[in-house]
């Protein structure tokens, strides 16, 4: 089993930068990769970045540029930063890992973020 907890979320006016923090806990040795997913209201949940095991990253195209997925191994924590946030980043932000030999897939509670024009 693999806890995460996220924190981080909010307001901000378009242009504005966040943080989010995912912390993990449990099985944290059977992790293969964690990343980020947000789901706006009406819309599928979407992969927004993602970061492996190995330190291998991969992004979003909406979001390339501006948001940046990284890792505490000392922590068990990986961030997102978020920079030159847009009207339409506006969602729930989900934690994400997937875990052991059949990539089982674990889930924070999610974070709003909310980006004002």
């Known amino acids: 089993q693999v806890q995460l907890v996220e924190s981080g979320g909010g307001l901000v006016q378009a242009g504005g930068s966040l943080r989010l923090s995912c912390a993990a806990s449990?099985?944290?040795?059977?992790?293969?990769?964690m990343g980020w997913y947000r789901q706006a209201p009406g819309k599928q949940r979407e992969l927004v970045a993602a970061i492996t095991r190995g330190g291998s990253t991969n992004y979003a195209d909406s979001v390339k540029g501006r948001f940046t997925i990284s890792r505490d191994n000392a922590k068990n924590t990986v961030y997102l930063q978020m920079n030159s946030l847009k009207p339409e980043d506006t969602a729930v932000y989900y934690c994400?890992?997937?875990?052991?030999?059949?990539?089982?897939?674990?889930w924070g509670q999610g974070t709003q973020v909310t980006v004002s024009s």
């Open positions: 449990g099985s944290i040795r059977n992790i293969n990769a």
């Open positions: 994400n890992a997937v875990a052991g030999g059949l990539g089982y897939n674990y």
